[in-house]
């Protein structure tokens, strides 16, 4: 006999629950900071303990560059602050770094180049709205360094709020198989676009084509008379690695083969290792493990994969919200990296069919294409307009993310129009970008210390 049946809860009743959570987290009180006492300088002194030693300098010279550099290095105070604040209580696969640099271009394994999120490293499960507040505190952060009004600077958070109300209305009215397939390629935005957006679009378009794998190769490394490509070194951003590390190649690559799909890891099977570096990225990585692995095929042929350090994410370690059995379980089994590869595969619409992780002795890594046709959008540069039209297609990214949770219909009953929500998210990202410029001028004070 089949067993029991019970009926999943219909989208109405998913929608009522979302709006009976208002009574108990009412959306105004998204706006109020935490009152607890705060310790920003520690925690990133706390992060830095298992980073890469000589890489510190490095790692404080790119964040204090701006109170936008800081931001982006500093997940992991937001984490620690969200997690004293009020917050609706309804829990969905969140991204843990959404602030508008995170967002991008990359190619699809059909090669056409798709916008979504575009770093997990922090990803686990989250309230809906920390990855909306990292968002448009973004906006507000952003939009000061680059000197527009306090007028666009507020169209665009309130925009990015309604963006993601829309968005995440209309997601969860689909069935949850039409929500898995909906994907966001840069050929059909550019149709919902203004002129003047659409041009911001193209220029980062051409740059994102030309960030192919090959033209990296290229650029960073070099054919001896054998025929071996070694990497160029270019201290501190590509250096030579230890002995320790190179024996550890053919084991490491042993475990991210098991972790692909088999017709990656039967791909793999042409090529062999030519080299290895260690790369420096981004602004909060900085001092993290991060590694550039050439291979390469008897004819010259190439591929260019980054192992990077995966920690555990500040949403479990700093926000302090318990992780479901199933991630934790995957934790278990194949480390951080497990974490971010699962994570992105659910966040992202169209992952790097080359994901994969391992793990040794010193830390946990997630392995992915460098440079695929990568690219993003300098928010600084573009016209207020486009900036605007920006903000919104992150927050509808954000919203199509989190449509794959169970509880997405529940955010949307939450959420309800976006105007209420609106008006608590600008005030509190208002308050929350005075609270990290004042936290930047106090690292910067310290380094000077």
Same mark, same amino acid.
């Given at each position: 006999m089949l067993p029991a049946w019970t009926r999943p809860p219909t989208h109405r009743e998913l929608l009522?629950?979302?709006?009976?959570?208002?009574?108990?987290?009412?959306?105004?009180?998204l706006a109020d900071l935490a009152t607890g006492q705060r310790d920003p300088l520690g925690i990133l002194a706390r992060q830095n303990r298992s980073r890469i030693p000589e890489l510190l300098p490095l790692r404080a010279e790119r964040m204090s560059a701006s109170p936008f550099a800081f931001y982006r290095g500093t997940a992991a105070l937001m984490a620690a602050d969200l997690a004293d604040a009020p917050h609706s209580g309804i829990l969905v696969a969140s991204c843990g770094d959404a602030h508008v640099s995170n967002f991008g271009f990359y190619a699809s394994a059909e090669r056409r180049l798709m916008f979504d999120l575009n770093d997990f490293d922090e990803a686990a499960w989250?309230? %809906?709205? %920390?990855?909306?507040?990292?968002?448009?505190?973004?906006?507000?952060?952003?939009?000061?360094?680059?000197?527009?009004?306090?007028?666009?600077?507020?169209a665009a958070v309130l925009a990015a709020v309604a963006?993601?109300?829309?968005?995440?209305? #209309?997601?969860?009215?689909?069935?949850?198989?039409?929500?898995?397939?909906?994907?966001?390629?840069?050929?059909?935005? #550019?149709?919902?676009?203004?002129?003047?957006?659409?041009?911001?679009?193209?220029?980062a378009v051409k740059q994102a084509e030309r960030r192919t794998g090959g033209r990296a190769v290229r650029r960073l490394t070099e054919e001896d008379a054998d025929g071996r490509r070694?990497? #160029?070194?270019?201290? @501190?951003?590509?250096?030579p690695v230890g002995p320790a590390v190179l024996d550890d190649v053919q084991d490491l690559l042993a475990q991210y083969r098991r972790t692909t799909s088999p017709d990656v890891a039967l791909l793999f099977e042409h090529f062999t290792v030519s080299d290895v570096a260690r790369r420096v990225v981004g602004v909060g990585s900085v001092g993290t493990r991060c590694y550039l692995v050439l291979f390469q095929d008897g004819e010259g042929s190439a591929v260019l994969m980054q192992p990077k350090q995966?920690?555990?994410?500040?949403?479990?370690?700093?926000?302090?919200? @318990?992780? @479901?059995a199933t991630?934790?379980?995957?934790?278990?089994?194949?480390?951080?990296?497990?974490?971010?590869?699962?994570?992105?595969?659910?966040?992202?619409?169209?992952?790097?069919?080359?994901?994969?992780?391992?793990?040794?002795?010193?830390?946990?890594?997630?392995?992915?294409?460098?440079?695929?046709?990568?690219?993003?959008?300098?928010?600084?540069?573009?016209?207020?307009? @486009?900036?605007?039209?920006?903000?919104?297609?992150?927050?509808a990214t954000i919203a199509r993310a989190h449509s794959q949770s169970l509880t997405a219909t529940e955010v949307a009953g939450y959420v309800g129009s976006g105007r209420v929500l609106g008006r608590a998210l600008l005030e509190w990202a208002r308050a929350y970008a005075a609270v990290s410029s004042a936290d930047h001028a106090a690292f910067r004070a310290s380094l000077s210390a």
């Open positions: 009522d629950r979302g709006a009976e959570a208002r009574r108990r987290a009412p959306r105004r009180t989250a309230p %809906w709205e %920390w990855d909306v507040k990292r968002l448009v505190a973004s906006i507000v952060i952003g939009g000061q360094a680059g000197g527009r009004s306090d007028e666009v600077i507020d963006g993601y109300a829309r968005g995440i209305a #209309r997601a969860t009215e689909l069935s949850p198989t039409a929500r898995y397939f909906t994907h966001f390629d840069v050929a059909s935005a #550019r149709t919902m676009l203004d002129k003047a957006s659409q041009k911001a679009i193209r220029s070694r990497f #160029r070194h270019e201290e @501190p951003t590509t250096s995966a920690s555990r994410s500040v949403l479990a370690e700093y926000g302090r919200i @318990p992780q @479901p991630l934790r379980e995957a934790i278990d089994a194949g480390g951080e990296g497990a974490r971010v590869v699962a994570m992105q595969r659910i966040l992202q619409a169209l992952s790097d069919p080359f994901l994969g992780h391992m793990r040794n002795a010193n830390a946990d890594f997630y392995v992915r294409q460098f440079h695929d046709m990568k690219g993003s959008i300098d928010v600084e540069e573009l016209d207020d307009g @486009p900036f605007v039209t920006y903000g919104q297609a992150c927050a």
